[in-house]
C-alpha cells in the first residue's frame, strides 16, 4: 500500500550523516529536525555512534526493531549490498534517493533491475531509486532533500524533483501549504498512479497537482486521473512536446496526432485542469488551495483603479467570463458607501480615495448579492490620505470571513513591496492575493471550468 | 460474423490493410455514418436515370482498373447541372480517356451527389501510449496547414463532443458563416459517437479519415472515406 510509505511508524536512515558536506546530510537533517514527527528514527552509518544525537547502528540488521521504512543515502556502488541487508532485515518499504542507474545508462538500468526484481520477490515496495524523496508535511516528516513547507491542503507528484522544488517555493512564498509530496526518479516500482489512487483517499489532500514528462500505461493513468478528478480538483503541467513515435502515418489525421500531444488530450478528457505554463498552473493551484467553488459564473469587480480593472476586463473577455449586471437593489445599498462621483456599474470603480471601510462594506454586499457569485476586489496601494498599505485587503478578509467564505473572491493587488504587510495577513488568514489580472481572469476561468465538471454549476 | 467483419476479412484475406473506396464507404454506412449518394452506371442512359434519381448537381467518374489517376485522364467531371450538361461531360469523358489511355476497359461509371458546405474532417488513429483516439476538425485540403483538429479518447461521451467542438478555433465558420449551413450538434454527437463505437466494437482499424465531410442543410455528409487496418 502507497499510503504507508507516508506514514511509517519506524525509519532507518541508511547513509545518515552530521557531516554537511556529504549527500546525506539533508534528508537527515529534514527527517530530524521536526520533533513532532512520532515515528521512530534509526540512523544507519559503518562508524559513527551517534547521528542528530541519536543511536546509530553499523548496519540496518544491528537494529532492534521492525522498519516499516528504509531510506537509502548510500553511493550507487553500495545500494545492491544494502538492498540485499534490507530485504533479510525485512523491511517493508524502501526508497533509494540515490541517483546512477537506468538514467545513466544501460549497465545503470541493468542494476536496477535487479534490484526492483528482487525486491519484488521479497515483497518490499520501492520508491525511485534517483528520486528527491517524499514529505507528509501533514505528521512533521520530510524524507527529501528539498524545504519543508507549511501545512496545507495542497499534495503533489512530480517526476522532475526539481520542478518540484520550483512550484514548492513559489507556493511557500504565495502563502501556500503542502499535504504530502512526492517526487518517484525512475519509477522502478512506485509509480504516479499509485500515488494518484493514494491521494484520491487521503483526508488530508484537497487538491491534487501533478508535474509531469511522461507516462508509461497511458490508459490506467487516464482512467485514475478521470476518478480522482471526479471528487478533486487535479491542477497538471505537463513539460516536452510528446512527439510519440507515431511512425508514418498514413491518414490526416494520423499525421496530425504525431504534432499533438495525446497526453494532454488525456488529461482534459479526465477533467483534470491542463496547465500551459508554471504561472497557470500556481495560479490555479492557488485558486482551488483557498477558494470554494463558485456556483454561478456572475463577477463583481470592484476597484480604486479604473485602469487595473479595465485590464482585468480584457481578460475576462479572452477568457469568456461573464460580468454581473447591477440590480437597483444593490445599488441602493451600496449606495451610502460611495461618494457622489462614482457611477453604479460592474467594474464599480470607487476612485482612488475609498478606504478599507469601503472595502469591507462593498465586499460584502457583493458576497450577500445573489445575483453575484464570483468577487474580484481589485487595489492598488494608496500611499495618500494616511491609509495603511494593509486597510485595504484586511477590509476584503473580513468581509470574506463574516461572510463564512461561501463565494470565491480572487483579490487583484498590484503593489509591489507595498503588500508585505497585505501577503502577511494572507498567509495568517489562509487567503489569496493574485498578482495580475491575467493571473486572475485565468484562475475564475478554471474554478468555473471545474465547477461545471462536478455540477456545481449547472 | 457482422457484415464489417466481413469486409475487414476479405481484406485481410486479400494480404491487404487499407481498404478501396468502396469498401470504407460500405463500413461507413453499416456504422451509421451519413454519406453523400452515389450509384453506378454502365452507359450514358443509365447515368441519365441515375443522376435523375439522385438529383442534379453530380459528379461523373469513369471506373476502370486501368486508369489509376482519374482527374488526369479527364476521368472526373463536377458541377452538372442537367441531363444535357451531364451528355456533354459524358461524351468528353469517353474522348480523353481513351486518347489518354487508348484500349482502357471501362467497366462503367459512378454518379454522385455533388454537396457543398463548409467543410469538416472526422477521423481516428492510434496513438502507441493512449490507444485509440477520435479526431473532429475544419477539413478540407488544408487541414495540415491549420491543424484546427481536437482529440479525444474513445470512447468518447456527448459532454467530450461539445468540448471537442468548443476547442476548434474556426468554429465560427461552422456557426452559419456567411449564410453557409450551420453545424447541427446533434448531428456531430451522432456521427461522432457512431464512429467511436465502430472503432470499440472493430479495435483492427487502425487509423481513418473522412475528409472531407460537408455541413449542409439537410446534416452532415461524408464524401470520403479511407479506413486503414492494424
Redesign the interface.
Known amino acids: 500500500m502507497t499510503r504507508k510509505f507516508f506514514y511509517p511508524d519506524s525509519i532507518a536512515i541508511i547513509g545518515a550523516t552530521d557531516n554537511e558536506k556529504k549527500f546525506g546530510h539533508a534528508v537527515t537533517a529534514n527527517l530530524m529536525e521536526n520533533k513532532d514527527l512520532k515515528a521512530k528514527l534509526c540512523p544507519v552509518h559503518p562508524k559513527a555512534e551517534t547521528i542528530g544525537g541519536l543511536k546509530a547502528y553499523k548496519s540496518v540488521l544491528e537494529i532492534p526493531d521492525e522498519i516499516d521504512l528504509a531510506i537509502l543515502l548510500v553511493p550507487a556502488k553500495i545500494v545492491p549490498h544494502v538492498v540485499d541487508e534490507c530485504i533479510e532485515k525485512k523491511v517493508k518499504r524502501i526508497i533509494i534517493v540515490t541517483a546512477g542507474f537506468a538514467e545513466i545508462n544501460e549497465e545503470g538500468r541493468k542494476v536496477q533491475e535487479q534490484l526492483s526484481q528482487k525486491l519484488k520477490d521479497a515483497g518490499i515496495r520501492l520508491i525511485g531509486p534517483n528520486c528527491v524523496g517524499i514529505q507528509n508535511v501533514d505528521i512533521g516528516m520530510n524524507a527529501s532533500f528539498i524545504q519543508t513547507p507549511p501545512k496545507g491542503n495542497v499534495s503533489m507528484i512530480t517526476q522532475s524533483g526539481s520542478v518540484g522544488a520550483i512550484v514548492l517555493y513559489e507556493m511557500v512564498w504565495q502563502g501556500l501549504g503542502f499535504s504530502k509530496f512526492a517526487n518517484l526518479g525512475n519509477m522502478a516500482d512506485i509509480n504516479l498512479t499509485d500515488v494518484l489512487r493514494f491521494y484520491k483517499e487521503d483526508e488530508n489532500t484537497k487538491v491534487v497537482t501533478i508535474y509531469l514528462e511522461?507516462?508509461v500505461d497511458?490508459?490506467v493513468f487516464?482512467e485514475e486521473l478521470h476518478e480522482v478528478a471526479k471528487d478533486k480538483p487535479v491542477v497538471v503541467l505537463k513539460g516536452g512536446r510528446?512527439a510519440?513515435?507515431?511512425g508514418a502515418?498514413?491518414?490526416?489525421?494520423?499525421?496530425?496526432?504525431t504534432?499533438?500531444s495525446?497526453?494532454k488530450?488525456?488529461v482534459?478528457?479526465a477533467g483534470a485542469i491542463m496547465c500551459e505554463s508554471i504561472t497557470d498552473y500556481i495560479a490555479a493551484i492557488k485558486a482551488f488551495s483557498f477558494l470554494p467553488l463558485p456556483k454561478g459564473e456572475k463577477i463583481g469587480v470592484l476597484t480604486n483603479s479604473g485602469g487595473s480593472a479595465v485590464m482585468f476586463s480584457d481578460f475576462a473577455d479572452d477568457f469568456g467570463l461573464k460580468l454581473a449586471t447591477f440590480t437597483e437593489e444593490f445599488k441602493e445599498k451600496i449606495d451610502p458607501f460611495l461618494i457622489p462621483l462614482v457611477k453604479k456599474v460592474n467594474p464599480l470603480d470607487m476612485i482612488a480615495g475609498a478606504t478599507g471601510k469601503e472595502y469591507y462594506e462593498v465586499t460584502k454586499a457583493m458576497l450577500e448579492d445573489p445575483n453575484i457569485d464570483i468577487v474580484v476586489p481589485i487595489a492598488v496601494i494608496p500611499t495618500f490620505l494616511g491609509m495603511t498599505t494593509s486597510e485595504h485587503y484586511e477590509g476584503v478578509i473580513r468581509a470574506w470571513n463574516e461572510t463564512g467564505r461561501k463565494k470565491p473572491i480572487i483579490p487583484i493587488f498590484m503593489s509591489g513591496n507595498l503588500l508585505n504587510e497585505s501577503k502577511r495577513i494572507a498567509k495568517k488568514e489562509s487567503s489569496p492575493i493574485f498578482l495580475n489580472p491575467r493571473e486572475a481572469a485565468y484562475a475564475i476561468k478554471m474554478l468555473i471550468q471545474y465547477a461545471k465538471r462536478k455540477k456545481v454549476i449547472e | 460474423m457482422n457484415e464489417i467483419n466481413k469486409i475487414f476479412e476479405e481484406v485481410k484475406g486479400q494480404g491487404r490493410n487499407v481498404l478501396t473506396y468502396e469498401e470504407s464507404r460500405k463500413v461507413m454506412e453499416l456504422a451509421g455514418v451519413p454519406l453523400n449518394k452515389i450509384a453506378v452506371a454502365k452507359d450514358l442512359d443509365e447515368c441519365i436515370v441515375k443522376a435523375n434519381e439522385i438529383g442534379y448537381p453530380v459528379v461523373l467518374k469513369v471506373i476502370s482498373e486501368d486508369i489509376i489517376h482519374k482527374t488526369e485522364a479527364g476521368g472526373v467531371k463536377v458541377g452538372i447541372k442537367s441531363d444535357s450538361e451531364l451528355k456533354k461531360a459524358y461524351e468528353e469523358m469517353m474522348e480523353s480517356v481513351t486518347s489518354y489511355h487508348p484500349g482502357a476497359k471501362i467497366e462503367g461509371f459512378s454518379i454522385e451527389e455533388m454537396v457543398s458546405g463548409v467543410e469538416v474532417l472526422i477521423g481516428q488513429t492510434t496513438d502507441p501510449q493512449f490507444g485509440k483516439m477520435i479526431a473532429f476538425g475544419i477539413g478540407g485540403i488544408f487541414v495540415e496547414v491549420y491543424k484546427d483538429v481536437s482529440f479525444r479518447l474513445i470512447p468518447i461521451s456527448e459532454n467530450d463532443v461539445e468540448e471537442m467542438y468548443r476547442e476548434i478555433k474556426g468554429r465560427k465558420m461552422l456557426e452559419g458563416f456567411r449564410g453557409m449551413p450551420a453545424l447541427k450538434m446533434d448531428d456531430l454527437k451522432s456521427l461522432l459517437l457512431n464512429i467511436s463505437k465502430l472503432v470499440e466494437d472493430h479495435p483492427e482499424i487502425k487509423e481513418m479519415d473522412l475528409n472531407p465531410v460537408m455541413v449542409t442543410e439537410e446534416g452532415l455528409k461524408a464524401i470520403d472515406a479511407r479506413i486503414i487496418l492494424e
Do not use: E, W
Open positions: 511522461n507516462v497511458g490508459r487516464y510528446t510519440t513515435g507515431m502515418a498514413s491518414s490526416h489525421t494520423g499525421s496530425m496526432a504534432d499533438y495525446s497526453l488530450t488525456a482534459k478528457q
